[in-house]
């Protein structure tokens, strides 16, 4: 049974991190309409090869993105070559959470 240690909840996006996967979800009108309802993407942690968090510079969200193996750079049409299926954008109002996710699967992996 997985254990729920945090959430990043964007505008684009939420993660959900389990002490042994990590679980993206795409939740609200503009990401429906950008990544339509394909469902929640879960990735088992000790399948992760690397993490890449971007912090948000003024007037530009930032991403957190997840590599794994067989992951492919999937990216709707009109969203930004840092927001494929496998990240989120993350505002500055998370950009705190976002690198604690990061620091903790970088631990684990």
């Known amino acids: 049974m ?3 240690l ?6 684009l996006g939420q993660v959900a991190l389990y002490d042994d996967k990590v679980v993206i ?3 609200g009108l503009l990401a429906i309409s950008l990544y339509g309802t394909t469902g929640d993407k879960t990735i088992p ?3 992760i090869t690397a993490v890449e968090f971007r912090d948000p510079k003024f007037l530009i969200d930032g991403y957190l ?4 193996l067989g992951s492919t ?8 070559k840092h927001a494929p299926e496998n990240a989120v954008s993350v505002s500055p ?3 705190k959470i976002a690198r ?10």
């Open 2 to 4: 997985s254990t729920f």
């Open 6 to 11: 945090m959430k990043l909840d964007d505008i």
């Open 25 to 27: 979800s795409r939740s």
């Open 45 to 47: 942690i000790n399948q």
């Open 65 to 68: 993105k997840f590599y794994y």
């Open 73 to 80: 750079e999937k990216t709707p049409p009109g969203v930004s």
């Open 93 to 95: 109002k998370n950009s």
């Open 100 to 109: 604690e996710i990061k620091y903790y699967i970088e631990k684990c992996i």
